[in-house]
């Protein structure tokens, strides 16, 4: 099924990247394409892919700590090139000034320690999704 939006995973590490999709898949079902990054930059070259394509990415899930650009940083630039997109940020290694001044900056919607609750966290997307729409 080809839908018009996407949520954006966006993790260093592999197994927790399958580990979001398929938690996230199995809650919010086929409505949405679920595409996956390895790092910052492929995620925002993954956004500007999809906006070619006319795909919205409504939901972005990110790491912080992942080699090049840490999330925080990603998902300011995210936020600014496309302001109408939730962000949620799990980790397990934050840096504490950053989360507030991502927070203060509103470029964050929701933070997640790893390990992540699932059943909060698709709550979380849930509500953050109906807030999109």
């Known amino acids: 099924m080809s839908a018009e939006k996407a949520i954006l995973l966006v993790d260093d590490e592999p197994i927790i990247l399958l580990a979001l999709r398929q938690e996230l898949r199995a809650e919010l ?6 595409e996956i990054a390895r790092d910052a930059a492929e ?3 993954v956004f500007e ?3 070619a394509d006319g795909i919205k990415i409504v939901l972005l899930v990110s790491d912080w700590l992942m080699p090049g650009m840490k999330g925080d940083e990603f998902l300011m630039r995210a936020r600014q090139r496309h302001p109408e997109v939730r962000t949620i940020l799990v980790s397990g290694q934050t840096d ?34 109906a807030e999109a729409r």
Do not use: I
Not at 29 to 34: I, S, V, W
Not at 102 to 129: I, Q, T
């Open 29 to 34: 079902g086929n409505g949405y394409r679920y």
């Open 43 to 45: 995620g925002l070259a």
């Open 49 to 51: 892919e999809l906006a």
């Open 96 to 129: 504490e000034d950053q989360l507030d001044k991502l927070k203060a900056s509103g470029a964050l919607d929701a933070f997640f320690r790893k390990p992540w609750d699932p059943h909060r966290l698709v709550a979380e997307c849930k509500r953050l999704l």
